[in-house]
């Protein structure tokens, strides 16, 4: 398997304040919000990267800059081994493509569903769009004339998914696809999903925060924690035996029908404008040691394809 | 006993017609109760916590008995309805933020809530005992610097915390009956944990009666005690949690169940329940999951079952009578 896409040193900060003018004459510093702070990762074709984190984690950000909708502050991207410019965009749009959380607001609801989905190729071509509302579960001619607030929640998801396959995508950034959708219809989503991925051999980024939603659909784990990776792997060892504190306890809070208890972590996710000194989980983590609070640990390799950033496995 | 309805029916009144929206619920809860309703979106579950707390919509129309600590609320004017809301029964909403002035700090909004219940239980409290008192509450749902907190308003304060100064706004109030309506759906995981665990405290150490609206069935799992499965305005399953999710009978609770994904995509499909909830305009005749429902013959599609009693709990289903 060759790697699709890599992520040297990303990170993404925005502003904090408006600066206006006067702030810019008379020196006030630049407060930043550090959404997406030196991450690297490479992503193996073909494969389904699961991406969790709690709210203000960095992963829709980490999408976002993905499918190029963002520019990094700092870092590098590579996609197929090239180098991701400015002048690359059109070319890179061309193969990648997101689904958004809320189908409601991405699709314009003046349009047809035939229009939404036959817009990324530019022209009309029934059979084509035919050919992707049927492979997304749909019956054409139900739907092909209605708008989309004529649809119940999980048509509009499936059109939303019809329109990113119409360009055949290499790589997919689905963000949180089914959380908005109840569960007996998320299950028809994710299934889906997992026939066309196989199907059309794509490589998918899932974020989403539902722990036991990225334990079905992911090859591959990433958890972040306040805009760094904290720890990737393998979905089968990340979240059956999760070496990183943080993933343990993120783990034992998700409520599950085999225990009948959660057990919630202390403490509140740290705020991206001031980070804690060294790791930016120490004020939570019940293993804490001196060094942590001092130096910021990198990720350190743990086998094959299994990164976690903690000094506990130096 | 200190919830009891009998019989209660709703409908909406709306330009497209009169549809009705719970069908012949029959619900008793005891004091120190923990109870969870799930169910999909629109399947009345939050109707039901509107119709105890008396805060429908004016298009709502009721029948039947909502017995609520030996009163009717259904027949009380809404005068006598204000003065039992917060100390009877208080309930918390998705998003907290909608629960507080958000014009005034935390501190005056819990003081004005220790007021109340001080003028309703004729108790007397000096100003400094009362700040006392708030400042005890906020501690013990482990909320760091409560000093810091009660000076500050709303907005600046994080979703969780929000969330935790409403449960202490409860806390100070001590209602008989807590509605907990989707109280955890807008925070993260880690927190709704927090939050999960401070209302099991709540009702372990001062016996509050809880009723817990979510979709969530591990949710539902972990912390109730008694769980209803509802479905298009009815209740399908009513049983001890344990043994609903453990044993699910009815067909749509055993589906649900099913479709909560719990083990990776190598090892196989997910179970969907096909088809997607109907609508309340165009209900099907019958028992309103016949359709979608796997185990469906021919009475379902004609007659709507009844509440059927089998092991302590009672189905809406043909199955098991």
């Known amino acids: 398997m060759s790697e699709i896409y890599s992520l040297k040193n990303v990170k993404k900060y925005y502003l904090a304040q408006k600066r206006g003018i006067i702030d810019a004459i008379v020196k006030v510093p630049k407060i930043y919000v550090r959404a997406l702070d030196d991450v690297s990762i490479s992503i193996a074709d073909g494969n389904v990267i699961g991406v969790v984190g709690e709210s203000g984690s960095g992963k829709s950000t980490m999408g976002k800059v993905m499918v190029t909708l963002e520019t990094p502050t700092d870092g590098e991207l590579y996609f197929k081994g090239k180098k991701v410019t400015k002048a690359e965009y059109p070319n890179i749009r061309k193969q990648v493509d997101m689904v958004f959380q809320n189908p409601a607001t991405s699709l314009n609801p003046k349009m047809k569903v035939k229009d939404i989905v036959s817009e990324p190729l530019g022209h009309f071509d029934e059979s084509a769009i035919k050919e992707v509302i049927l492979k997304v579960g749909l019956a054409y001619d139900e739907v092909k004339d209605k708008q989309s607030r004529e649809l119940s929640g999980g048509q509009v998801q499936r059109v939303a998914i019809a329109r990113a396959l119409m360009k055949r995508p290499e790589l997919l950034v689905l963000d949180e696809p089914t959380s908005a959708l109840d569960e007996s219809i998320q299950a028809q989503v994710l299934n889906l999903l997992v026939d066309l991925q196989s199907e059309y051999k794509m490589t998918y980024i899932f974020i989403t925060h539902n722990i036991l939603v990225a334990k079905y659909i992911s090859d591959y784990i990433v958890v972040l924690y306040a805009g760094k990776i904290v720890e990737y792997g393998p979905t089968s060892e990340v979240l059956s035996k999760p070496l990183h504190p943080y993933t343990q306890l993120l783990l034992s809070s998700v409520p599950t029908l085999d225990v009948k208890d959660v057990k919630p972590p202390i403490g509140d996710v740290p705020s991206l404008i001031n980070l804690p000194q060294g790791c930016r989980f120490n004020p939570r983590c019940p293993f804490v040691m001196e060094k942590c609070r001092k130096e910021e640990p990198p990720l350190i390799s743990q086998g094959q394809n299994y990164q976690v950033a903690c000094w506990l496995y130096e | ?321």
């Not at chain 2, 016949?290 to 809406?316: T, V, W």
């Open chain 2, 1 to 321: 006993m200190l919830l009891s309805i009998k019989h209660l029916n709703v409908w909406y009144n709306t330009v497209a017609g009169k549809y009705k929206v719970i069908d012949d619920l029959n619900l008793d809860i005891d004091q120190g109760e923990l109870v969870s309703l799930v169910g999909e979106s629109a399947s009345g579950k939050s109707t039901l916590g509107q119709v105890i707390s008396r805060m429908l919509p004016p298009v709502g129309i009721t029948s039947g008995e909502v017995i609520l600590d030996g009163v009717d609320v259904l027949k009380l004017s809404e005068k006598e309805m204000t003065k039992i809301r917060g100390t009877t029964v208080f309930m918390i909403f998705q998003n907290p933020l909608n629960s507080l002035n958000p014009v005034k700090r935390v501190e005056d909004q819990l003081m004005e809530a220790l007021a109340i219940r001080n003028s309703r239980m004729n108790i007397q409290m000096t100003v400094e005992e009362a700040r006392n008192e708030v400042i005890k509450a906020l501690a013990s749902l482990r909320l760091p610097d409560p000093e810091k907190i009660m000076i500050r308003y709303p907005h600046e304060l994080s979703g969780g915390q929000v969330q935790r100064v409403v449960i202490c706004m409860a806390l100070l109030l001590r209602p008989k009956l807590l509605i907990a309506d989707e109280p955890t759906t807008a925070l993260d995981v880690t927190i709704q944990a927090q939050v999960v665990k401070l209302l099991k405290d709540l009702n372990k150490d001062t016996k509050m009666t809880i009723i817990f609206i979510t979709h969530d069935v591990g949710l539902a799992y972990v912390l109730s005690d008694r769980m209803l499965v509802f479905y298009a305005g009815r209740v399908m399953e009513q049983g001890q949690t344990v043994e609903v999710v453990k044993n699910p009978l009815h067909p749509y609770t055993s589906g649900l169940l099913a479709s909560i994904p719990s083990s990776p995509k190598h090892t196989g499909k997910l179970y969907s329940i096909p088809g997607s909830p109907p609508s309340y305009l165009s209900l099907p005749a019958g028992c309103k999951f016949a359709p979608r429902c796997r185990f469906a013959f021919e009475r379902c599609f004609q007659e709507e079952p009844s509440y059927i009693k089998k092991d302590n709990r009672l189905i809406r289903c043909w199955l098991y009578e």
